[in-house]
């Protein structure tokens, strides 16, 4: 069944009049309908595109490093710490910071450069701890009390009056026997 209305229409994309025969057709021809959906589609992209601008704008303007005034937790992230170790560096007074509430610190972005002006401190490397001896040369505690007829008490008070190196390994407690026969020899 075909309809007989011919209405006088203006096309939404290239704007030339053309003759529609139903009241809701929008379009001169399917290109021109294909040509308005495509550019649709373009535009809600743009409008998806500008607005991550925008929010990526806003979210600059907001960065801790740009701002004058800090909460802890802009502050924490400016610095890479947790907010535990920032409220840690605040009690011990290397930064200075100004409590509004109960719940609310602010801290002066000056205050965070203020620290990194200060002399830098020199890095001690550690010393590579030493070898222990092979327990071919030790007693254990057990084999230095027989060997010398004293208690565990006494043994231990011998050692650590005279500072001698002890070492444990495994389950056992050693001693070098160098230095238990130079200190059993001097007593007799």
């Known amino acids: 069944m075909s309809s007989n209305i011919n209405i006088q229409r203006i096309c939404e994309y290239c704007g030339k009049s053309f003759r529609a025969k ?12 294909g040509r308005y959906a495509k550019q649709k ?3 809600t992209k743009i409008k998806v595109s500008d607005a991550q601008v925008k929010e990526n ?17 802009q502050a924490a992230q400016l610095l890479g710490l947790c907010t535990k170790t920032l409220y840690n560096i605040l009690q ?47 007693y254990t505690m057990a084999e230095a009390q027989d060997q010398f007829n004293c208690s565990e008490k006494a043994l231990y008070d011998l050692i650590k009056r005279n500072n001698l190196n002890k070492f444990q390994n495994g389950w056992y407690t050693y001693v070098l026997k160098s230095d238990l026969h130079s200190i059993f020899n001097q007593n007799r």
């Not at 979210?59 to 005034?69: A, K, Q, Y």
């Open 22 to 33: 139903t009241t809701v057709t929008r379009f001169c021809s399917p290109r021109c309908n």
């Open 41 to 43: 589609i373009r535009d």
């Open 57 to 73: 704008l806003t979210s600059v303007i907001n960065h801790p490093v740009l701002i004058e005034f800090l909460t802890i937790k």
């Open 92 to 138: 011990s007074g290397k930064i200075k910071a100004v409590r509004l509430s109960s719940r609310k610190t602010i801290i002066k972005r000056t205050e965070i450069d203020k620290i990194f002006e200060q002399p830098q401190f020199e890095v001690t490397t550690r010393e590579k701890p030493k070898k222990n001896p092979h327990p071919k040369y030790c």
